[in-house]
């Protein structure tokens, strides 16, 4: 279980080092990436759907990151809105994801890989 709550290293001096848990790289993935114009929501496993239907807020979901000494390879799965152009979307949440990444944290983003789950249908109704 130690390997599901993996911290990187980004900073050790004299005053101590500096450690960001994977799970926090998830959480500004996912933050940015719904910031955007058009998402309508991230997509998960049946494990983050379940956790979200029992109430609990789980801010990486739709995310899988992937550290490799100070570069991150990101995964991200979402919903689109109904009427926005998906590689205009895709492009956005790409560059969200990446800015957002390497300016909170100082790693490297290597790619930002996108995949639209489904289209979200609600508005157009």
Not at 20 to 31: K, M, W
Not at 98 to 124: C, F, P, Q, W, Y
């Amino acid at each position: 279980m130690a390997e599901d709550r993996k911290a990187y290293m980004i900073k050790d001096d004299n005053l101590g080092e500096v450690r960001i848990a994977d799970e926090v790289v998830a959480i500004i993935a996912g933050l940015a990436a719904t910031e955007v114009e058009g998402v309508s929501s991230m997509a998960g496993n049946i494990t983050n759907e379940l956790v979200s239907k029992l109430g609990m807020k789980n801010l990486s979901k739709g995310i899988k990151v992937e550290v490799k000494e100070h570069i991150v390879r990101v995964d991200v799965a979402l919903y689109i809105r109904f009427g926005y152009a998906i590689p205009e979307v895709s492009n956005k949440v790409q560059e969200r994801v990446k800015s957002a990444i390497e300016n909170m944290t100082g790693l490297e983003v290597s790619s930002v890989n996108i995949r639209i789950a489904g289209v979200d249908l609600e508005k157009h109704k």
